[in-house]
């Protein structure tokens, strides 16, 4: 069995986030005896954005993830920098000394063309892939150059939803939230229609929302937010979120604090 840092105890602390993150809650989580799959969220580094200390923060975040055991990727959910394109070269160096494989999501601060993006990161912004043959991953764009916030391209997400019908998982990765229940959220009703549709997507991810962590359920889908590691406003405990996925096919996933590797809570999917 890993070893796993304990769950935070400090319940003041705990429930001054609460009026931050209105949709947290505190679920049981049953690890599995036997992890097949493991991979970290971590969303709105913001590297670039004035007076902040983006360079210490990222640093911090690499030092976190690299100091897990039996990581199989990284996804950046959106923000990757902050507005100014020069910065995307400099945060792609970064995330490069991981030295575990990663992928990146479009946000709204992510402001490249589409053409950029592809040429930077070497895949376009609406992309999807299998993992050691089982797990079906969709990375969808939810944002443009402008920033603007938009409903995913539903007929890409339906198009690689229906090319993964067959595997047991499939997970979904999207800056933006496609509903309106946060602040900074946007009504899609047809892509959670679609997602809907399909039995066998286990969880959607967005970041965006910095004060966010909570989990929330649509048509008995699974949507979870990770709040952020840079910026600067959010939770007061920047972090990141781990899902594993058993041998047995039991699914957990749990928020950590970046700083002192401390579970901030977790679910059995």
């Not at 599995?32 to 991979?39: G, V």
């Not at 709105?44 to 990727?73: R, S």
């Not at 063309?113 to 089982?134: L, N, Y």
């Not at 991810?205 to 590691?229: A, C, E, P, Q, S």
């Amino acid at each position: 069995m890993m070893k796993r840092r304990p769950f935070l105890k400090k319940i003041s602390l705990l429930t001054s986030m609460t009026s931050l993150m209105p949709f947290l809650n505190y679920g049981k989580m049953d690890f599995p005896e036997k992890t097949k799959l493991k991979f970290i969220i971590a969303s709105d580094g913001h590297y670039g954005q004035p007076n902040t200390p983006f360079e210490a923060i990222h640093q911090t975040l690499i030092k976190a993830i690299q100091e897990e055991e039996g990581v199989d990727f990284v996804v950046f959910n959106g923000d990757l920098i902050h507005d100014e394109p020069k910065w995307m070269p400099e945060v792609k160096k970064v995330y490069d000394t991981i030295g575990l494989p990663y992928y990146p999501v479009k946000g709204n601060h992510d402001r490249i063309s589409e053409t950029s993006w592809e040429e930077i990161w070497g895949v376009p912004a609406d992309h999807s892939f299998i993992v050691k043959e089982q797990y079906g991953m969709i990375i969808a764009n939810s944002s443009n150059e402008a920033g603007d916030y938009l409903c995913v391209n539903v007929d890409f997400l339906r198009s690689s939803l229906e090319s993964f019908k067959e595997l047991p998982f499939v997970f979904v990765f999207i800056h933006i939230s496609q509903n309106d229940w946060t602040l900074h959220g946007i009504s899609c009703h047809e892509v959670l229609e679609t997602l809907a549709a399909y039995p066998n997507v286990r969880a959607i991810f967005h970041g965006h929302d910095h004060d966010v962590n909570g989990i929330m359920r649509n048509r008995k889908k699974l949507y979870l937010w990770t709040g952020h590691f840079g910026g600067n406003w959010g939770s007061p405990l920047p972090g990141y979120r781990v899902c594993e996925v058993g041998e047995d096919g039991k699914v957990i996933t749990y928020l950590k604090d970046m700083k002192e590797g401390l579970i901030l809570s977790g679910h059995t999917l």
